[in-house]
Structure formats: C-alpha cells, structure tokens
C-alpha cells in the first residue's frame, strides 16, 4: 500500500526558505512520479512541481519556477521527495500535499487528476 506523509512544513518570514519532504512507500515498482500541489485557502488546489523516479523528469509551475528545486533521494523501504523554496512570499502561504502517480511513465504533469495517492498535507505560512 502506498503511503505519503509531507514533512517540513512551517512559518517563515518574507524573503525565506524551507524544505518540504515527502516521504513515499509501498511502491512495487520504480515507475512513478511524485507531484507537489498545494492549497491556499479559498482557492483551488494548484500543481507546483512533479518528478519521475525511473527517469528524473522534473516540472514547474510557472509560480514557483526560478526559486525552487524538486529532487529524491532513495532508500532501502522509503524514497524521499523534497521541494526545495527560497523567497518565499505571502503569496506562497497554503497547504502543501505530495502525491503518486502510479502508471508508469517518463514524465509527468501538474494535472490532479493524474495522482491516485495523496498525502494528508503540512501547512506552510508566510509572514509578509
């Protein structure tokens, strides 16, 4: 069974930065990719970055590109997918959630739909 717990989540100042981790399991091959959306309230849910474990393939949203970084890291039960964010603003303020795309592809999407397992989410907050 596939399980994704977000990590990192927090409150920072304008102009700061945190890492995200998504800590995935239950994988029974390496054919997935791993999206991170995120929702801020009273707005929809948004796609902000995607990777693929079998090829790396990485993605961004237009809003976080330029200052963010996506990658993994593998171990033996449980990869790791982090969201590396520097100056952050207000504007970046909701919840956070990981998920799984578990078809087998080289590249992925920023599409909801595309993600069948989804974390529970960590919250991160901006001051202005």
């Known amino acids: 069974q596939v399980q994704l717990v977000e990590s990192g989540g927090d409150l920072v100042q304008r102009g700061g930065s945190l890492r995200l981790s998504c800590a995935a399991s239950?994988?029974?091959?390496?054919?997935?990719?791993i999206g991170w959306f995120r929702q801020a309230p009273w707005k929809e849910r948004e796609g902000v970055s995607c990777i693929c474990r079998s090829t790396g393939w990485t993605l961004y949203a237009d809003s976080i590109r330029g200052r963010s970084t996506i990658g993994s890291d593998s171990g033996k039960n449980v990869d790791t997918v982090y969201l590396d964010m520097v100056n952050l603003a207000p504007e970046d303020t909701a919840v956070y959630y990981c998920a799984a795309d578990l078809r087998w592809g080289n590249y992925c999407s920023l599409g909801e739909s595309e993600y069948s397992n989804w974390g529970q989410g960590t919250q991160v907050t901006v001051s202005p």
């Open positions: 239950g994988f029974t091959s390496d054919g997935y990719c």
